[in-house]
């Protein structure tokens, strides 16, 4: 069975976090979607309700298969998590040239702490690829419809932070 970890802070999981999902999920048996805790950010929602959101997002609005997909938080190396659940691979999401640079070096530093693991970059559709975490926020606290870049599970958790 091959195993793949996607890190990342889903604060809150976007359409096109999805979408990185599912082409993982086209390469890989399992997928370990991994929210980190990591103190060196602010979070807009915290651990607990990141992966609330992530679980009835991806389980309940979308339908996954549980069996295919585990939700996780982490606080240590990613490497260190793929050693933990048999992972051959990390999964990062790009979505512009912007994003390349970190991304680029972030790899070289795994593949440094671990040469056995791969890093693997998937784009989002077209569609979803101007979508942000930080977009996604400012359009729902300014009233806007955020329809279109969010579950419904994530529509209904950002109404409620910004009541």
Do not use: W
């Not at 950010?41 to 992966?51: G, P």
């Not at 690829?129 to 529509?155: C, P």
Request: hydrophobic share 40%; charged share 30%; net charge positive.
């Amino acid at each position: 069975m091959k195993t793949a970890v996607y890190p990342g802070t889903f604060d809150p999981i976007t359409y096109g976090h999805i979408d990185v999902i599912k082409k993982s999920l086209k390469i890989f048996d399992k997928l370990i979607v991994a929210t980190t805790d990591n103190t060196d950010k602010d979070y807009f929602f915290s651990i607990e309700e990141r992966l609330e959101i992530i679980d009835n997002s991806l389980f309940k609005d979308l339908r996954f298969d549980k069996k295919k997909i585990k939700v996780i938080a982490f606080s240590n190396l990613t490497i260190e998590l793929c050693k933990k659940y048999n992972a051959s691979a990390i999964i990062r999401g790009l979505r512009a040239v912007s994003d390349f640079e970190y991304e680029f070096q972030l790899a070289g530093m795994n593949k440094k702490l671990n040469s056995k693991i791969e890093t693997m970059f998937l784009m989002s559709d077209v569609e979803n690829q101007i979508i942000s975490s930080k977009f996604v926020k400012e359009i729902a606290n300014l009233g806007g419809n955020i329809d279109r870049f969010v579950s419904k599970y994530t529509v209904k958790m950002l109404k409620n932070k910004f009541l």
